[in-house]
């Protein structure tokens, strides 16, 4: 008879056998059973996910500290180390709340503003060039006083790739310098202030922000929530600069920042998470002068009529995002609200549309775009269509109108890992899409990315030559918006034709019939929309 209750967490998460030992255990304990006469109760604290033993070493993967050998001694009951911890190239944890893509890096947090009461481990990770690296967040609570949990939104300085900065949702504004902590931001310096319903805003454990984003300017501006200044800007010489509006004072659930084409600032309020608090969302006109406030506009939406006049009752608003004709969509929970002349938010007769999909049955009626699902994230590609996260119904990648579901990827038809989505990013230049679950990220090589200008530089396709075993698509890059593409043989006949997505066109290496081409040279022929612009290139079929 054995106890597994001796086990730190009181059960076990992984057993294995490995010729007469059993092996139960989970992120802290482990029962070693050596034969059937003895169990060991050890206490690892390790993290431990999986254990295996081969020649004497036990092999732990460790949620935190990667891959390490073992000795177990038996007098002192412990596990010894035998090696260095192996780090794999991959993020620290599957932990990807938010992300941000900017100058060509990924850059992903762990946390939120705990509206659950589920508390990460403090975590930022950035992926560069095909490497991960995990920012320090070793020693960060003994040097603040402060624990380090929940970061909420993470950036790069644009002017040094090695200087970001990370929100929190209770300590405050981390600085770090070549990844390491340099600073922590919080209340009594003149920058930030604590949440005002606490210990009259003194309490340094309760500095929530958000939201971070760079003007055209470098002004770092963010979200300090709970508080009389709810928008914040640090300026590039180190002073602060605060925006007081009555109208949104000491609410707690702002989260995200756009800035749209105009300059104005956008932000969603989440969800109704008190008296104080209301799901929608405030846009501020600071006519583009951070140091006056006399001449802003501000406005706070927590009520809207749709495009036929009729109220729109949401229960919370998630995100925010500015396609690239400047119409904004908001994501929440009954499903997407667009705003297709945001320069009327100001105005009385302000609206939403909620896109109407016909059934196409006969019955003459349409049912309002994804209204049963909750919109987590959207993010804009290169084509201008919408991708969009839910929360327990996968990804849509819609048309750039909202009309057609041009792919509906979920945890049971694809190798999505969840079909809780959390955040979702894309590389502009080559089309990739992060898309970030309640499992770990995935990424998704898209068809689409942001057109050049004009065609200044030769398009690129590839892979070329296209050797025989090869059925994937051929991709042509380097494209304008909407290029006219056309494909033909060196005797310039027809072989297919199309329009790029965005910077992007693909051929799947087939004909108008369907029918995989012969060996031989094709020609790539594009032209801008209006057929005042045109390139060529080559591509070489081997069969």
């Known amino acids: ?33 050596d034969g059937i006469d003895k169990c060991h109760y050890i206490d690892h604290g390790l993290g431990m996910k999986h254990l295996s033993f081969n020649n004497g070493i036990y092999w732990a993967s460790c949620s935190e500290k990667g891959l390490v050998g073992l000795k177990y001694n038996e ?8 090696s260095s911890y192996i780090i794999p190239n991959s993020p620290k944890r599957n932990l990807f709340h938010h992300m941000n893509f900017q100058d060509n890096t990924l850059l992903a947090v762990g946390g939120s503003l705990n509206y659950s009461g589920v508390v990460n481990p403090g975590t930022f990770m950035i992926f560069r060039d095909g490497e991960w690296i995990n920012v320090q967040e070793e020693g960060i609570k003994d040097i603040t006083g402060r624990e380090y949990k929940n970061l909420t939104s993470a950036i790069q300085d644009p002017t040094d790739s090695r200087h970001h900065f990370a929100s929190s949702a209770r300590q405050g504004l981390y600085e770090y310098k070549d990844y390491k902590f340099f600073k922590l931001h919080s209340i009594g ?16 454990n309760y500095v929530s922000t958000n939201g971070l984003i760079y003007d055209d300017d470098n002004n770092l501006w963010m979200v300090n929530n709970g508080t009389s200044n709810t928008i914040k800007v640090l300026k590039p010489d180190g002073k602060w600069v605060y925006f007081n509006n009555p109208d949104i004072k000491a609410i707690e659930t702002f989260e995200y920042i756009i800035f749209d084409q105009r300059g104005w600032l956008w932000v969603n309020s989440m969800w109704n998470n008190g008296s104080n608090d209301f799901p929608g969302f405030y846009c501020l006109d600071y006519n583009r002068t951070i140091d006056n406030v006399s001449d802003d506009r501000s406005i706070f ?22 396609d690239k004709n400047g119409v904004i969509w908001v994501g929440t929970d009954k499903g997407p609200l667009v705003i297709n002349n945001p320069s009327k938010v100001f105005d009385p007769d302000f609206y939403v549309t909620q896109i109407k999909v016909p059934r196409n049955d006969g019955t003459n009626l349409a ?21 969009i996260g839910t929360r327990g119904n996968g990804v849509y990648l819609l048309s750039e109108d909202g009309m057609e579901t041009v792919q509906h990827f979920t945890a049971e038809n694809s190798p999505l890992l969840s079909n809780i989505i959390q955040s979702i990013v894309i590389d502009p230049t080559s089309g990739e899409v992060y898309i970030g679950t309640s499992k770990g990220l995935n990424i998704y090589q898209s068809d689409a990315t942001e057109a050049e200008d004009n065609f200044s530089d030769a398009p690129y396709a590839y892979p070329n030559p296209v050797r025989p075993d090869y059925t994937g698509v051929i991709t042509v890059t380097g494209l304008v918006k909407d290029s006219d593409v056309k494909i033909t043989n060196t005797a310039g006949k027809l072989i297919h034709s199309g ?11 087939r004909n108008t019939e369907g029918k995989r081409v012969p060996s031989g040279i094709y020609f790539v022929l594009a032209a801008d929309k209006d057929g005042k612009q045109g390139i060529a290139t080559k591509i070489l079929m081997i069969k």
């Open 1 to 33: 008879n054995y106890n597994y209750s001796l086990l730190k967490e009181g059960a076990y998460s992984f057993m294995y056998v490995y010729g007469d030992k059993l092996l139960a255990g989970n992120d802290t304990s482990l029962a070693l059973f």
């Open 75 to 82: 007098s002192s009951n412990q596990f010894l180390s035998t």
């Open 189 to 204: 310096e003149g920058g930030l202030e604590g949440i005002e319903k606490i210990s009259n805003g003194m309490n340094p």
């Open 301 to 322: 939406l927590k009520s809207f009529v749709n495009q036929d006049g009729t109220s729109v009752k949401i229960g919370y608003c998630y995100c925010l995002a500015e």
């Open 367 to 387: 049912d309002y775009l994804l209204a049963n699902d909750a919109i987590i994230t959207i993010c804009i590609d290169g084509a201008n269509r919408k991708w």
């Open 499 to 509: 329009t790029s997505n965005g910077g992007i066109f693909t051929w799947n290496g």
